[in-house]
């Protein structure tokens, strides 16, 4: 599954897509391209877009293709490499940049010495973390920030509401890629297949429960409670506890439950304090 998402509140919505045989042979190339191409004239001009995929899919033709739609790479790569920083002759190895958890790193550079790409290299080492986030992107230094990166799992939380937590996509046994790129749009009489359609559904109902759950009361918790000494993370970003697929799942189902009137849902975006003011871009 080749996968273009839109990512809303920790979960992905799938809007483009391409199913190839497992043991194909070739080059995955004209398919991105392809799908990049049929969602240019989808999005409004004024939006801000930001393009994340894993690096084991970085190449410049990607970079220069996210380019052309006018939006934003965010492309992760491998620390295997050689970087020439601004001002300077020779190349250096990428892992030079940054060399301990910890720091980060944002500047105007060459990447590689070979198919050469110059842009931004953002870096950033988290103390937990094995290695660093190396991201290259055409964005200046001061208007991206390495973490919005962390917003690319997000579509993993789809391959997981696709599959086990879902609709149960593993158990399918279509072997006909057109025939799974259909069903993988709605088809209401197979329970295993309704992916993008009912995906949208799920998260937009989800969402909208999410965006109007109550304030936390963390600041009113005693210094000694137990919820403070549990706590994994801050408390003004507190994880979610249900994922809005889920909770939109529970909210249709209870609607069906009393018989109700099935919910829509909307969109709520979240507040994103970590984007600066683009109007000098």
């Known amino acids: 599954m080749l996968v273009v998402s839109v990512v809303y509140r920790g979960c992905g919505i799938p809007v483009a897509w391409k199913v190839v045989n497992a043991t194909e042979k070739g080059s995955w190339q004209p398919y991105w391209l392809e799908l990049l191409e049929k969602l240019e004239h989808t999005v409004p001009q004024d939006w801000f877009v930001v393009v994340t995929a894993d690096r084991g899919l970085y190449a410049k033709w990607l970079y220069e293709a996210i380019k052309r739609l006018g939006w934003h790479p965010f492309l992760r790569i491998n620390e295997q490499g050689l970087v020439r920083l601004k001002g300077n002759r020779e190349f250096i190895p990428l892992g030079y940049v940054v060399k301990e958890p910890g720091q980060s790193w944002a500047e105007r550079v060459t990447c590689f010495k070979t198919h050469s790409l110059d842009c931004t290299l953002l870096v950033r080492w988290e103390l937990e973390a094995a290695e660093p986030w190396l991201i290259v992107t055409d964005l200046a230094p001061n208007q991206a920030d390495a973490c919005w990166y962390g917003m690319r799992s997000w579509i993993e939380g789809l391959f997981q509401d696709t599959k086990r937590g879902g609709w149960q996509w593993h158990q399918t046994k279509m072997t006909d890629p057109k025939r799974a790129e259909r069903h993988w749009l709605a088809v209401p009489k197979a329970t295993a297949s309704r992916v993008a359609l009912a995906t949208l559904w799920l998260v937009s109902v989800g969402g909208q429960a999410d965006a109007n759950l109550p304030p936390s ?65």
Do not use: D, M, Q, Y
């Open 217 to 281: 009361s963390w600041e009113e918790l005693p210094e000694t409670h137990v919820a403070r000494k549990r706590a994994c993370s801050s408390p003004s970003s507190p994880p979610r506890l249900l994922s809005c697929f889920r909770r939109g799942f529970l909210v249709i189902l209870a609607a069906l439950l009393n018989r109700l009137s099935l919910p829509l849902g909307s969109f709520f975006p979240e507040s994103f304090s970590g984007i600066p003011n683009f109007s000098s871009a």
